[in-house]
């Protein structure tokens, strides 16, 4: 059974940075999008960065020059770089990738960003 893991959460500064990865333990095939979502407290899960089979890549307004999507093809790893962060951006971050094959979707299970001072 495929699982992805996520890693790379915690507490930063407003300003700092942070690096998430979530990679795929197991066999995992046909994956033509992989993407972040947050979900802020209160709020429903929101796409954050996105990036599909082609390369292309999509961020949401609220993180747009300050957040970067890239991967692993190799290792079926996707990372999301967050720079000059704020503390509208402290949300559980959940990696997301979508298959041409059943089930067609795999979640992370999420993992904690706090920005504060």
């Known amino acids: 059974q495929v699982q992805l893991v996520e890693s790379g959460g915690g507490l930063v500064q407003p300003g700092g940075s942070l690096r998430l990865s979530c990679a795929a333990s197991?066999?995992?095939?046909?994956?033509?999008?992989m993407g972040w979502y947050g979900q802020a407290p209160g709020k429903q899960r929101e796409l954050v960065a996105g990036?599909?089979?082609?390369?292309?890549?999509n961020y949401a307004d609220s993180v747009k020059g300050r957040f970067t999507i890239s991967r692993d093809n190799a290792k079926n790893t996707v990372y999301l770089q967050m720079n000059s962060m704020k503390p509208e951006h402290t949300a559980v971050y959940y990696c997301?990738?979508?298959?041409?094959?059943?089930?067609?979707?795999?979640w992370g299970q999420g993992t904690q960003v706090t920005v504060s001072s």
């Open positions: 997301n990738f979508k298959t041409s094959v059943a089930p067609y979707e795999h």
């Open positions: 197991g066999s995992i095939f046909s994956i033509y999008a």
């Open positions: 990036i599909i089979s082609g390369g292309s890549t």
